[in-house]
């Protein structure tokens, strides 16, 4: 009989590690596992912190700058400018003909909200602004929510709040050799607590050598599915709650194509952070 290909190789002549024991007793078991190239080596890892670094001090200056009757643009602009001067790259810039540095999500906006001028920040709304930095070949991704003039109505203050709990649950979830489906399960259960939708169509991502890697972090689900996450994987955890229906739409309005909506166009909020999985749990390498 011949087996399935396997994903995962040991090391040719070296005694097989408490990684390769781990992921090989998986792997027999029908389970997905990573492939040795997601494990990412002390030197990747020490470039990618670099890039989270200047992520976090993106996100940064948005947070000092940002106040009503700004346009979207502008804090195109302030990311962009933080980003080069600090010697990296904006990985949203040409991504797939995404046409600017960083995506601004107000309101009802799911993800991959485009800046532009007509697009002024008003008192109450609430915004995400989700950044990813190339630095020496390193890709590190986050966003926030900022809510504008820092007051907003009582509804969408808990939208905000429980999106950020989500993706602190989902990060507590996240243990070595734990699945991907224990951090979406972990999620959907605080979110559906408050009869709020887990968007489905998107989901965290590998990243660290390329902007999405293996594996797909869904944001709902069941415990032990997924992928087996193991010492060395770096992944976003990046739940996008809304306040009603979890089916969202692209706006037909968007000439590009990019911008996603929800389908009852009531609000909808996402937090984002680049994780280490360590021995002991997950590191935040955006902040
Ligand atoms: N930063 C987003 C993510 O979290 C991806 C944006 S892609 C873009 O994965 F092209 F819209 F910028
Ligand atoms: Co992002
Ligand atoms: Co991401």
Redesign the pocket.
């Known amino acids: 009989m011949f087996g399935k290909k396997r994903r995962w190789h040991c090391l040719p002549g070296q005694e097989p590690t408490e990684l390769d024991k781990q992921v090989m007793y998986w792997e027999n078991k029908g389970k997905l596992v990573p492939t040795r190239d997601l494990i990412k080596t002390p030197e990747q890892i020490e470039g990618i912190k670099k890039s989270g670094a200047i992520n976090t001090g993106v996100l940064d200056e948005v947070e000092r700058l940002v106040r009503p009757g700004m346009n979207t643009l502008e804090i195109d602009k302030i990311c962009y400018d933080y980003c080069v001067g600090h010697g990296a790259i904006p990985?949203?810039l040409g991504?797939?003909g995404?046409p600017k540095s960083v995506?601004t999500s107000i309101n009802e906006v799911v993800?991959?909200g485009i800046p532009k001028v007509e697009d002024v920040l008003q008192e109450g709304d609430i915004v995400n602004v989700?950044?990813?930095t190339i630095y020496n070949g390193y890709y590190a991704?986050a966003?926030r929510m900022f809510v504008i003039g820092g007051k907003t109505t009582p509804e969408k203050d808990q939208l905000v709040r429980v999106a950020k709990e989500c993706l602190e649950v989902g990060a507590e979830a996240a243990k070595p050799y734990c699945f991907v489906g224990d951090i979406g399960h972990a999620i959907q259960k605080h979110a559906e607590k408050y009869h709020y939708g887990v968007v489905r169509d998107l989901c965290g991502?590998g990243v660290g050598l390329a902007?999405?890697e293996e594996p797909e972090v869904l944001h709902y689900g069941h415990r032990g599915t997924g992928m087996l996450l193991v010492p060395g994987m770096v992944f976003?955890i990046?739940p996008m709650i809304n306040m009603g229906t979890w089916k969202v739409f692209i706006d037909a309005d968007d000439e590009y194509g990019?911008e996603v909506i929800t389908g009852d166009e009531k609000p909808s909020a996402q937090w984002?952070h680049t994780f280490l999985m360590t021995e002991h749990g997950v590191e935040i390498l955006t902040r």
Request: include cysteine; aromatic fraction near 24%.
């Open positions: 990985a949203c991504y797939e995404f995506c993800c991959h989700d950044f990813t991704d966003s991502h902007f999405h976003t990046e990019w984002e």
